[in-house]
């Protein structure tokens, strides 16, 4: 039988951390191992605890969400566990500081109930998940901030060309299925662009995978949104 995956919620409220709770341990394959009301109690839940998956708020008092997932991403003692941000519309501007910190992606906390469980088992099989609405937001922020001009680096010069070509379109929240029909390209073979953008870029996810192509240059926000694949 399969171990359930473990999850430790983070939030504030403790309405709110009931409501995961409940939810969390009636979805079958998934158990809630424990809970923490701010960063600090997060990180040391974390390291006691060894959760699969950690549900963590931003906008905690003491240690915030982004300082507990750059102490989890970053410590040897907690490199298997995924966090998973939980945000709201109004934290945009934490949306990029998360990922820097290691987060492995992002849901609203509107989300429906069955969308946050997938989520949890995607982010928890090694997965990023970004939601759309949060890649686009993510697009904004590197917009809203002051414009530097980057030369792609020795890493990015050596991706192949179809290598740049997938990577531009996971900055622009496609999934892979989505990559697979815009450019015409059987599942299998996007899988292996993406492992190799990985290993070159040393990225540990997707959504390292999105922060690189902006650092780097290779993407901008001010260009257009890559078109819908049924319209290309």
Known sequence: MTEPIRVLIADDQALLRG??????????????????????????????????????????????????????????ETAGTRVLILTTFDLDEYVYGALRAGAAGFLLKDTPPEVLLTGIHTVAAGESLLAPSVTRRLIAEFARLPRAHHAPGPVLEALTAREREVLVLVARGLSNTDICEYLHLSGGTVKTHMGRLLSKLGARDRAQLVISAYESGLVHAARPSVPNPGHR
Do not use: Q
Request: hydrophobic content about 45%.
């Open 19 to 76: 409501s995961f709770r409940v939810l969390v341990d009636t979805a079958p394959g998934l158990t809630a191992v424990g809970e923490a009301a701010d960063g600090a109690e997060a990180v040391d839940g974390a390291r006691r605890l060894r959760p699969d998956v950690v549900l963590m708020d931003i906008r905690m008092p003491g240690t915030d969400g982004i300082e507990a997932t750059r102490s989890i991403a970053g410590s040897p």
